[in-house]
């Protein structure tokens, strides 16, 4: 067959898959007008009678020029729970992406974590965490860490908050090295992270954390981890959000850095 021949048969079924990457992001942007919908107009903070908070966002970037397009679609949700001194997150992600001649990401991560808070010194406590991580941009196969750690909230006001936390995670990877080889193995690490909330009137907020990961074990082995949300809030509990993610695997030696727009529905109940 021809190589134009080859190349059309390609571009078709990169064109289909674009369809149902589109079709499945708007199924989900339609369930979530028709969850909050119909669940009603609750909306703020938690809070005494407000103990329940379910978070979900769609976004991305598309740019298309002569010489060709490029995508990237995030998709995330969360569910929270939080008692007197008792908070608990379950997150789910989803980042793809590409051209139309290849696939840069398709990236998943999945967690679960929790805080427990010091009746005496409200703003110390203890957290713990399990997470998933596949990742294609930074060649992961799978990742799996758990750990337990101490947090203080230095600032803790209405408004703003900013918050240090230390602990140890034992994690267990899967890997695709420099050299293409892939590599298994286990590891202990530090986790320092920092992180910072604000908000405006309930208008405006902004949200952003650091990870350093380093491991125990071996050396010039670490992980880096960064995120910065604003968000400006349209109409009760919509958001337009802009997010900006960087991360580094030291032992892939890939990084990625990924900055999406889009939207944000959220419900407290």
């Excluded at 571009?11 to 589109?22: A, D, F, P, T, Y």
């Excluded at 799996?144 to 703003?160: C, P, W």
């Excluded at 890997?175 to 590599?183: L, N, R, V």
């Excluded at 650091?210 to 809030?233: A, C, E, M």
């Amino acid at each position: 067959m021809p190589v134009g021949g080859n190349s059309s048969v390609f571009q078709k079924g990169v064109s289909e898959k674009l369809h149902l990457i589109n079709a499945v992001c708007m199924k989900f942007i339609l369930f979530s007008l028709f969850f909050f919908l119909n669940i009603g107009f609750v909306y703020g903070q938690f809070s005494d009678s407000l103990t329940h908070r379910v978070r979900l966002s769609t976004s991305g970037t598309f740019n298309k020029t002569s010489e060709g397009m490029t995508y990237l679609l995030n998709n995330s949700g969360n569910f929270s729970v939080k008692k007197k001194r008792f908070v608990m997150n379950t997150n789910a992600a989803w980042l793809y992406g590409g051209t139309l001649e290849t696939m840069t990401n398709n990236d998943v991560n999945a967690s679960v974590d929790f805080n427990v808070y010091n009746k005496k010194v409200p703003d110390f406590y203890y957290w713990g965490l399990v997470n998933f991580t596949s990742s294609f941009s930074l060649k992961i196969n799978e990742q799996v860490q758990s750990g337990l750690g101490l947090a203080y909230r230095i600032v803790n006001k209405e408004n703003l908050m900013f918050s240090v936390s230390d602990g140890i995670l034992y994690e267990r990877s899967n890997i695709i090295q420099p050299d293409s080889a892939e590599f298994g193995y286990q590891t202990v690490r530090n986790s320092l992270r920092l992180q910072l909330n604000w908000k405006h009137k309930d208008f405006i907020t902004l949200t952003g954390s650091g990870f350093w990961q380093p491991s125990l074990t071996y050396r010039n082995d670490h992980i880096v981890t960064t995120n910065l949300n604003v968000g400006f809030k349209v109409w009760r509990w919509v958001t337009l959000n802009t997010a900006l993610n960087y991360n580094l695997i030291s032992r892939t030696e890939k990084e990625n850095f990924i900055l999406t727009y889009g939207i944000v529905f959220e419900r407290f109940f």
